[in-house]
C-alpha cells in the first residue's frame, strides 16, 4: 500500500522501514514486459504494432526504475498508450481478444494476472493512473518540519491540491466500474485479482471522497469563519462516504491481499467521522433552551466519546495489519477533537447531570441529520484514439484495415 516511509534503527539489527498512511493506496501493479509486437505484427501494421509494444515496454522501465515515483512521467506515457491501445477494443477492428497482456505486483514482481481482453487492458492502465493520483495526494498530506522547529505540518495549499487529486481518482475508478468493467465477459471477470472487483474499486472511489471531506473538514475547523454547521454538514457527509466503502468493501473477498487492512482503515474512518459528527451535532443541540436539547447534546457528547475510543482501537489495529504501517501525527479535525470530544463530554455530564436524572426518558441517542453530498468524481473519458488507426490512411498506403486483417486471418487459415 502506498505511503511515505520512515526509518528506525534498531541496536543490532538493520533498519526497519515502516511507512506512515494519510491516504490509503491499493498496491501497484504494473505491466509485465511481454513481446507485443510479435504477437501484434500479424494482425495490423508492423509500425503500430512495434508503438504500441514500445509504449508499454516504456511505462514499464519507468514504473522499475523509479519504484513507481515518477507520478508525472507515469502519467503521461499511461495516457500515451491509452491512446493507442484504444484501438484494440474497436469491434469493427476485431481484435480485442487477439493478444495476451500480463501484469505484476511492483512491490515483489509477482505475476498477478494474464488475460487475453484488450478491455482488461484498459482497466488496468486506468486503474494505474488512479493508484499514482492516489500515491501524490498522499505524499502531498504526509507532514514535514519545513521550520526545523520540530513541528511536522501540511499547507492549506498542499491540503486543496490533495482534494483535487482524490476527486480525480475518485473518478478514474468510477470510469473502471461504470464503463469498462461492464465490457469484461463474465468468465474473464471472476480470473480478475481482488483489487479489480468492482466492489473494491467503488470501495476506493467513495474512500477518496470521504478523504477528501476529511480534509475539509480540517481546514473548516482551523478557519475561525467557518461555523457549526458547515461542521456538522461536512462530518456528517465524510460519515456517509465511509458507509458506503465500508457496505460496499463488505461484500467482497477481503482474506486476500491487503484486504483485512483495507477493511480497517475504513472502519478507522468510518469511526472517526461519526464521533466527529456527533460531536457537531450536540455543540448545535446543546444551544436550543429546552431541557430535552441539553439532554440531547450531552448524549450526543458521551456517544462520541465512546466511538473516539472506538477509532482509536480501530487505527491501531489498522497499523499492526500486514503490511505494518504507521499514522501520522493527528491532523486536521482529529488534532482538535481528540482533545475537546472527552473534555466536553465530561464538562457537559456534570453540568446537567441533574436533567439527565430528572429526564431518564429522554436519553435516547438522536439521529444525525442527512445531508446532500458536496463532492464528486471527477468525469473521466478516454482520450481520443490515436490517428494511426485511421483506416483512410491505412487506404492511402496501400491497403485498408479491414483487408489488412483479413490478410491475416487468411494467412493463418493457410498456415
Known amino acids: 500500500m502506498g505511503c511515505a516511509s520512515s526509518v528506525y534503527a534498531v541496536e543490532g539489527r538493520k533498519k526497519l522501514t515502516v511507512p506512515e498512511v494519510v491516504v490509503l493506496v491499493p498496491s501497484t501493479r504494473i505491466p509485465a514486459q511481454s513481446d507485443l509486437q510479435r504477437r501484434l505484427r500479424s494482425l495490423i501494421p508492423i509500425d503500430l504494432a512495434h508503438r504500441l509494444s514500445s509504449l508499454r515496454n516504456q511505462i514499464v522501465l519507468v514504473a522499475e526504475d523509479t519504484g513507481g515515483s515518477a507520478i508525472p512521467e507515469l502519467r503521461r506515457a499511461l495516457e500515451e498508450y491509452l491512446s493507442v491501445l484504444i484501438g484494440l477494443t474497436k469491434k469493427e477492428y476485431g481484435l480485442e481478444g487477439s493478444v495476451e497482456f500480463k501484469w505484476k505486483s511492483l512491490e515483489d514482481g509477482k505475476q498477478e494476472a494474464c488475460v487475453a481482453n484488450s478491455w482488461f487492458e484498459v482497466l488496468s492502465v486506468v486503474h494505474l493512473m488512479a493508484v499514482l493520483t492516489l500515491s501524490e495526494a498522499d505524499i502531498l498530506m ?166 473516539l475510543s472506538e477509532s482509536k482501537k480501530a487505527c491501531l489495529t489498522f497499523c499492526l495489519a500486514a503490511p505494518v504501517t504507521r499514522a501520522p501525527p493527528r491532523w486536521g479535525a482529529m488534532r482538535h477533537l481528540h482533545q475537546k470530544i472527552p473534555e466536553v463530554a465530561t464538562r457537559k455530564s456534570q453540568m446537567y447531570g441533574y436533567l439527565l436524572e430528572q429526564e431518564k426518558a429522554l436519553q435516547t441517542l438522536p439521529d444525525l441529520p442527512e445531508f446532500q453530498l458536496s463532492l464528486r468524481p471527477d468525469d473521466y473519458q478516454l482520450p481520443e484514439m490515436d490517428p494511426a488507426w485511421d483506416a483512410e490512411k491505412w487506404e492511402t498506403e496501400g491497403q485498408t484495415l479491414k483487408e489488412h486483417l483479413k490478410d491475416s486471418e487468411d494467412e493463418t487459415e493457410t498456415e
Open 142 to 307: 504526509i507532514p514535514h518540519d519545513h521550520s526545523g522547529s520540530g513541528i511536522r505540518t501540511v499547507s492549506s495549499d498542499c491540503k486543496r491540491v490533495a482534494v483535487d487529486l482524490l476527486l480525480k481518482a475518485s473518478g478514474y475508478l468510477e470510469f473502471c466500474v461504470r464503463d469498462v468493467l461492464i465490457r469484461i465477459p463474465p468468465e474473464i471477470k471472476k480470473k480478475l485479482p481482488n483489487n479489480l472487483h468492482d466492489g473494491v474499486l467503488e470501495a476506493i472511489s467513495f474512500q477518496s471522497l470521504g478523504q477528501g471531506t476529511e480534509i475539509q473538514l480540517g481546514l473548516a475547523v482551523d478557519c475561525q469563519k467557518a461555523t457549526l454547521s458547515v461542521k456538522r454538514r461536512l462530518a456528517c457527509e465524510q460519515l456517509t462516504y465511509f458507509s458506503q466503502a465500508y457496505h460496499c468493501l463488505s461484500g467482497c473477498d477481503i482474506n486476500n491481499g491487503c484486504g483485512k487492512k483495507h477493511m480497517w482503515f475504513i472502519k478507522w474512518k468510518f469511526l472517526e467521522s461519526k464521533a466527529a459528527a456527533y460531536y457537531y451535532h450536540g455543540l448545535i443541540l446543546d444551544k436550543g433552551n429546552e431541557p430535552s436539547c441539553h439532554v440531547s447534546a450531552v448524549c450526543c457528547f458521551l456517544a462520541a466519546e465512546e466511538i
